[in-house]
């Protein structure tokens, strides 16, 4: 499948992105207007170092406001088209995307569009170059992809055809099917955009809130079948405008763009019928259960104590690093001070046991994801790890029955008990508000995790945008918590707190015993419990259990949810869940009150 991408999507100069969109494994580029204008370079150079690196140009944008108009406009707009033909020529493009009117347009009549598209065709023709009509979302008559199409066949010209693009048909909500009846031939470019759903002007929602695939909340899986089923073989590209996209690391933000394609290649692929040109990814399953959550710090001491008086057992030290594993069940901790110097307590990396560890690696390296060293004996297990994009490290091993083999490299422990906590529930982690949609992609691409919706959380630092994945038998749940940019940049653990959440059966005798061994359960305001009577109206014997605990409570149609949250000095927080009979949320409506009690300034 030929890849192709906007440079409007990246930040840099015209000549980094093009350097940045090889690097990551493009084929091709649109080149944006503005882009070039801007550039130092001249058209002939732009176009040998796009030849150096292997790309080719394959779509300049926009030819903006040309049909619709009276003839005096129209006279200027050829005027203009003959200077951009003209420059895509030195360039050797050969495909020009023409906008459908915005501005200008005066003539609501589909056969005057056609008409004056035809001559349009006409001059294009003399220089070799073709017209994609568009029809933009917020078009002044124009707004519709099938009526883009039928202007195109009233023209009927051979050097104007339609491009698609995702944004503009699935925002309006038209329904894509009919692209069917498109003849491929016809289909002269395809752009892709994902998006959230959102409730706002189409132009503001363009223009700053595009995404790449699969980070958004577009079918496009079904959008590009129907496109391929019309028997469309051109590239697939992404225009994606996005006011975060271009703010980061150009090279960065073209991988992240191009693993986005692969992962959606893969799906089309998969389901036939399509073009013969698609690859799949090496197939690996979503994981089965988490297989260890790990702290880094300078001193663990305190999270060691916290770990003890909630009931876990100290398994060991490692034979050759300052590591040590903490288990209860089947939840392991490992708690690491190795090169952690001044660094406060926070999650270092997650452990995720899979089927197939060749597999996952495999499908790891497909998707261009760096992988992470860290030094290991002939005589130790070799983890395999890559790095989030976050900055955490994602390790996998294959699940077994038992405890997996690399427990046995910690010596001088506690044999393995039961202890009250039977395992991870979830593990939330705090994302910077630069990273969270690639994060996103990146556990539904890597890890074939599914998104689960998302929420919006008032917090005394900022808003808090929650997003959530997981496998379908909820083995894995992994919230990630956007940090408000007021915090984000101050370093590994800083900002939002995160979390580890523990499975158990009795969230209330844990509580109990615990703070019996000098846990330290984080104090809930009586204004919380006071709230609980009104919502849920308790029994006065269990209110009072709650209050006394401080736990937190939640309950919808399906069962009710307990927990509670112990604190160690760092960002990050220990939870303590029992979830009763269904029950799947999170405790959303407890949140916020979560939140201003970790609050270190109203601590």
């Not at 008032?458 to 992994?478: E, F, H, K, W």
């Amino acid at each position: 499948m030929k890849t192709s991408i906007a440079t409007v999507c990246l930040s840099g100069t015209l000549a980094q992105k093009l350097h940045a969109c090889a690097a990551a494994g493009f084929d091709g580029v649109e080149i944006f207007e503005p882009d070039l204008v801007a550039a130092p370079e001249s058209p002939e150079e732009i176009r040998a170092l796009a030849a150096r690196l292997g790309l080719s140009l394959d779509l300049y944008q926009p030819l903006r406001d040309a049909e619709g108009v009276s003839e005096e406009v129209f006279a200027d707009v050829l005027r203009r088209a003959e200077a951009k033909f003209a420059l895509m020529k030195r360039l050797g493009m050969d495909l020009v995307l023409c906008c459908s009117n915005v501005a200008t347009a005066t003539i609501d009549d589909d056969e005057v569009s056609a008409g004056q598209l035809r001559r349009l065709g006409d001059l294009a023709q003399r220089y070799d170059v073709r017209i994609a009509y568009e029809a933009l979302a917020w078009g002044r008559f124009v707004d519709d992809y099938r009526r883009a199409w039928r202007i195109v066949q009233l023209a009927d010209h051979p050097a104007v055809g339609v491009c698609l693009d995702s944004f503009h048909v699935l925002s309006r909500g038209h329904d894509p099917a009919a692209i069917e009846d498109i003849p491929g031939e016809r289909i002269f470019f395809l752009q892709l955009a994902d998006a959230p759903a959102l409730e706002m002007d189409v132009l503001s929602w363009s223009r700053h809130h595009r995404l790449f695939p699969g980070e958004g909340d577009f079918d496009l899986h079904a959008f590009v079948g129907h496109v391929l089923r019309a028997g469309y073989s051109g590239p697939i590209s992404l225009e994606v405008f996005n006011d975060t996209f271009r703010q980061t690391e150009a090279r960065q933000t073209a991988v992240h763009a191009r693993r986005s394609l692969r992962w959606l290649e893969d799906a089309l692929a998969g389901d036939p019928p399509h073009r013969t040109d698609l690859s799949r990814l090496t197939p690996a399953a979503a994981p089965r259960g988490f297989d260890f959550v790990e702290i880094k710090a300078e001193d663990t001491s305190h999270i060691e104590a916290l770990l003890q008086a909630a009931g876990f057992s100290r398994r060991g030290r490692h034979r050759t690093k300052p590591v040590t594993l903490w288990s209860s069940g089947e939840a392991r901790v490992i708690l690491n001070e190795q090169h952690a110097r001044d660094l406060q307590p926070h999650i270092a990396a997650v452990g995720f046991a899979v089927a197939d560890t060749d597999a996952q690696t495999a499908r790891a390296r497909e998707l261009r994801t760096p992988f992470a060293y860290r030094r290991t004996h002939a005589t130790e297990e070799a983890l395999v790890a890559v790095t989030a994009p976050d900055g955490s490290e994602v390790y996998w091993y294959a699940a077994s029955e038992g405890e997996p083999a690399w427990v046995s490299e910690f010596v001088d422990g506690e044999r393995r008990g039961g202890g009250p906590v039977s395992g991870i529930d979830h593990v939330s982690l705090t994302q910077p508000w630069q990273v969270i949609d690639e994060s996103v992609l990146f556990y539904r691409s890597v890890l074939s995790l599914e998104t689960a919706g998302g929420t919006d959380v008032a917090s005394p630092r900022g808003l808090v945008q929650s997003r959530v994945l997981q496998t379908p038998d909820r083995a894995i749940r992994m919230p990630l918590n956007v940090s408000p940019p007021i915090v984000a940049e101050r370093g590994p653990g800083a900002g939002l707190s995160q979390h580890v959440a523990f499975r158990c059966s009795d969230v209330v005798a844990l509580a109990r015993e615990g703070r019996a061994r000098g846990l330290d359960i984080l104090p809930i305001p009586d204004n919380y419990y006071d709230d609980l009577t009104a919502r849920f109206g308790l029994p006065g014997d269990l209110l009072a259990e709650l209050r006394a605990l401080d736990l937190l409570y939640d309950r919808d149609a399906t069962g009710e949810y307990l927990h509670f949250y112990a604190s160690a000095p760092g960002r990050v927080f220990w939870e303590f869940v029992e979830r009763r009979e269904g029950y799947d949320g999170f405790g959303a409506m407890n949140a916020p009150v979560r939140l201003a009690a970790q609050d270190p300034g109203g601590r």
